[in-house]
């Protein structure tokens, strides 16, 4: 059982490829929103129609998405998903939490002085410094916040390309 076609494959191809090898097996498919059951049916034709339509809607979303994405920066509206630790979203804009990047100063001078990651987040921790979820500090995180091309302002989005929906 599953909610409907458009969750169950991505296209038609697919879709119909799955659905043949769960029949050979004896698995039958119910569709919820479209309530069919691969079980009772005896043509194709009606399921290559709605993996067809719903190929289709997954495709406009998709160059939606991704459309309202460029817009945004071509307007200087971009959000990150996420702040990175020592700065905070205040009525939209990204600002600078001061306590947070006295630790980051911390952490990145330690590290330009030899320390490792993990001696660094080791002292954080026995400072009782709690990292941005209230978690403590490990030597993974360190090295994101090392990594991180938000603090050299060099923030570069949309690096990746997929050619599919």
């Known amino acids: 059982m599953t909610k409907s076609i458009s969750r169950f494959a991505r296209n038609t191809t697919d879709f119909l490829e799955l659905v043949r090898k769960l029949t050979?097996?004896?698995v039958f498919i119910y569709f919820e929103k479209?309530?069919?059951?691969?079980?009772?049916?005896?043509?194709?034709?009606?399921?290559?129609?709605?993996?067809?339509?719903?190929?289709?809607?997954?495709?406009?979303i998709s160059e939606n998405n991704k459309w309202s994405i460029?817009?945004?920066?071509?307007n200087g509206t971009y959000k990150l998903s996420y702040?990175?630790?020592?700065?905070?979203?205040?009525?939209?804009?990204?600002v600078v939490n001061k306590e947070?990047?006295?630790?980051v100063k911390r952490i990145?001078?330690?590290?330009?002085?030899?320390?490792?990651?993990?001696?660094?987040?080791?002292?954080?921790?026995a400072d009782g410094i709690a990292a941005k979820r209230g978690n403590h500090w490990t030597a993974t995180t360190i090295r994101g916040i090392l990594g991180n091309e938000k603090y050299i302002g060099d923030v570069i989005l949309q690096k990746t390309y997929t050619d599919e929906h």
Do not use: C
């Open 24 to 26: 050979d097996l004896g």
């Open 83 to 94: 702040p990175p630790y020592g700065y905070d979203y205040v009525d939209g804009h990204i």
């Open 108 to 125: 990145f001078s330690q590290a330009l002085s030899g320390k490792g990651t993990q001696k660094i987040a080791d002292g954080l921790n």
């Open 70 to 74: 460029q817009r945004r920066f071509r």
């Open 100 to 103: 947070q990047a006295e630790v």
């Open 34 to 60: 479209e309530n069919i059951n691969t079980g009772s049916m005896d043509s194709e034709l009606m399921l290559t129609i709605l993996s067809s339509l719903a190929e289709s809607e997954s495709i406009s």
